[in-house]
């Protein structure tokens, strides 16, 4: 695919087969991570987790459906591996960057799963919900003073990614000449 056309591809995967994704894969996608651009260079302030393990899988799915209030929803909707991007714990909390670059991060990896046909979603509520726990952030054995921030959930899906007309005015804009 050519860059554009993945990128208009690309959308919200929520059903997949129960199949994960291969090594080479995995790889693959953790290639376009590292490749993303991160403020300043700061590498060692991110940090990736890859879950793969069931029953961690499970607590992290009830602990968002919690969050929401939804005991019976799956906000990692069955997928059998999830990306948490974790970063440094920002010292001034009104500083973003950090979470541009664990979103960019996620993205760059959902774009490199679509070129490949492995459905993917980026996931927010349930890793507010993980932040939000301290037994499943000792679980993740993180790196001391890191939160996770977002993630993606990725997985072998039906579904078959095909360019999409995108409107040119879907987001409001001016322009100051």
């Given at each position: 695919m050519k860059t554009l056309e993945t990128i208009?591809?690309?959308?919200?995967?929520?059903?997949?087969?129960?199949?994960?994704?291969t090594q080479d894969e995995l790889k693959q996608i953790l290639t376009a991570a590292n490749a993303s651009p991160v403020g300043m260079g700061r590498y060692d302030e991110m940090h990736l987790t890859i879950v793969t393990n069931p029953e961690l899988l499970r607590k992290i799915d009830q602990a968002g459906a919690a969050m929401f209030g939804k005991p019976d929803i799956h906000p990692l909707y069955?997928?059998?591996?999830?990306?948490?991007?974790?970063?440094k714990t920002p010292a001034n909390k009104k500083e973003n960057v950090?979470?541009?670059?664990?979103?960019?991060?996620?993205?760059?990896?959902?774009?490199?799963?679509?070129?490949?046909?492995?459905?993917?979603?980026?996931?927010?509520?349930?890793?507010?919900?993980?932040?939000?726990?301290?037994?499943?952030?000792?679980?993740?054995?993180?790196?001391?003073?890191?939160?996770?921030?977002?993630?993606?959930?990725?997985?072998?899906?039906?579904?078959?990614?095909?360019?999409?007309?995108?409107?040119?005015?879907?987001?409001?804009?001016?322009?100051i000449e």
């Open positions: 208009c591809s690309r959308k919200s995967i929520r059903s997949y087969t129960g199949e994960g994704i069955g997928a059998p591996v999830l990306i948490l991007v974790s970063t950090a979470y541009s670059n664990a979103a960019i991060i996620a993205h760059n990896m959902a774009l490199e799963a679509t070129e490949l046909g492995i459905g993917v979603c980026h996931i927010w509520g349930a890793v507010a919900a993980v932040a939000a726990s301290p037994d499943i952030i000792k679980e993740l054995n993180l790196p001391e003073d890191f939160i996770p921030c977002c993630g993606i959930v990725l997985g072998q899906t039906d579904y078959k990614y095909e360019p999409r007309d995108i409107p040119a005015d879907r987001i409001e804009k001016n322009i």
